[in-house]
């Protein structure tokens, strides 16, 4: 089993393995001695993998409850998480019972911010089921919801006691939300592994899942152990990420997915590096080769002035610029605050 250790304010172990799926009550039991244990899923997962979670968890000795909630972002509201705290209370959970994540990350996020706030913050599990859980959200301790006013502006930094990657799972997962996460793993490539990009550049990506997976969340461990709160080196995991939540904002998150705005962030915000002698030059063509390898857009219609628009109106911006992460090669990125008056300018 592959094992990659988390020392952030919290000790915990990342484990990667096929067929994990069927010994989670084990793997929980060995990090906890709750007696009573919430399974948090959506209703997509929850067909799929419920049942056998909750038969390992009671064959340990576990009291296990179900909990389900509508698939999709839609669902990641306050109102779900308030419906999870009433689950839990009359499920007579206490300070000492545990959580558990099954899902992407919309569960994983919601699951891990019920239980940072019920009763002032219970442990939890977290086993991702979609590539972009496996890859990204589920290690970090970053949990939340969105409200009408923006994605995830309510949260809790909460690390998990444990987290469980069963790379099969990713058999079920529709084939668009394995692009999408591709799109994660391309700009942990672009961020700080070459040696990544180039893997990915030269062979296929879903023959050599688990080595990416584990290259990935050990990079994600490297950067939470040094800046878990988010004050510095952790801000270049939001590479492309500024751009392209624009892009998603200005279709109200119902045109490009999450991975395919990323895709087509990392591309623009590079090519205008280029532009700007900031960045190596080639590079946004290697990312947008594989960025199109990987079936992701690279470029939208939307205009310079609507991203710059949308970005200085961006509820998580403040003062006069905004910070955007940029490459001076693939391998090696740095920040860099723009004038949000040259912003438009910028990009171009
Ligand atoms: N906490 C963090 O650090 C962090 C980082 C990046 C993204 N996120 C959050 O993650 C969310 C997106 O995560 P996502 O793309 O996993 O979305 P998701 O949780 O909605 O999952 C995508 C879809 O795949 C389905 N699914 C998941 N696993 C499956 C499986 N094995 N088989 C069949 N279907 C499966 C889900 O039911 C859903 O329909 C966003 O809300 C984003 O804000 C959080």
Redesign the pocket.
């Known amino acids: 089993m592959r094992k990659v250790r988390v020392e952030a304010s919290k000790s915990y172990d990342i484990l990667i393995e096929r067929g994990l799926i069927n010994n989670v009550g084990e793997l929980v039991r060995g990090v906890t001695n709750a007696e009573k244990v919430c399974v948090i899923t959506?209703?997509?997962?929850g067909a799929?993998?419920a049942d056998r979670v909750m038969d390992s968890l009671k064959n340990n000795g576990f009291d296990a409850g179900l909990f389900t909630f509508p698939?999709?972002?839609k669902s990641?509201t306050l109102e779900t998480v308030a419906s999870m705290y009433s689950y839990m209370a009359d499920f007579h959970m206490t300070r000492k019972d545990i959580v558990v994540a099954l899902?992407?990350?919309?569960?994983?996020?919601m699951a891990g911010f019920a239980a940072a706030t019920y009763m002032r913050g219970i442990e939890f599990v977290q086993i991702p089921?979609?590539l972009?859980?496996q890859v990204?959200?589920s290690v970090?301790g970053?949990?939340g919801a969105d409200i009408a006013q923006g994605?995830?502006l309510v949260g809790a930094f909460h690390q998990p006691s444990l987290v469980i990657i069963d790379p099969d799972?990713?058999s079920?997962?529709?084939e668009r939300?394995i692009h999408?996460?591709m799109g994660?793993v391309i700009k942990y490539g672009c961020i700080k592994d070459s040696e990544l990009f180039a893997l990915l550049e030269n062979k296929e990506a879903l023959y050599m899942i688990d080595d990416i997976i584990e290259r990935c969340v050990s990079i994600k461990r490297d950067v939470v152990n040094r800046d878990e709160k988010e004050k510095g080196e952790r801000m270049l995991l939001n590479f492309g990420h500024t751009l392209g939540h624009a892009l998603e904002k200005i279709y109200n998150f119902e045109g490009l997915s999450?991975g395919q705005a990323v895709a087509v962030g990392m591309v623009s915000v590079t090519r205008a590096s280029e532009r700007a002698g900031l960045t190596e030059s080639g590079t946004a063509d290697r990312i947008e080769a594989l960025c199109l390898k990987y079936s992701l857009p690279v470029s939208d219609k939307a205009s310079a002035a609507e991203l710059a628009a949308v970005c200085a109106s961006d509820k998580k911006t403040s003062g006069d610029s905004v910070s955007l992460v940029f490459l001076e090669k693939i391998g090696s990125s740095f920040t860099q605050k723009i004038k949000l008056n040259e912003l438009e300018g910028f990009i171009v």
């Open positions: 959506d209703s997509n997962v799929l993998y698939a999709g972002e990641k899902g992407g990350g919309v569960c994983g996020d089921t979609s972009l859980a990204d959200s970090g970053k949990t994605k995830n799972t990713l079920t997962l529709p939300f999408d996460g994660e999450h």
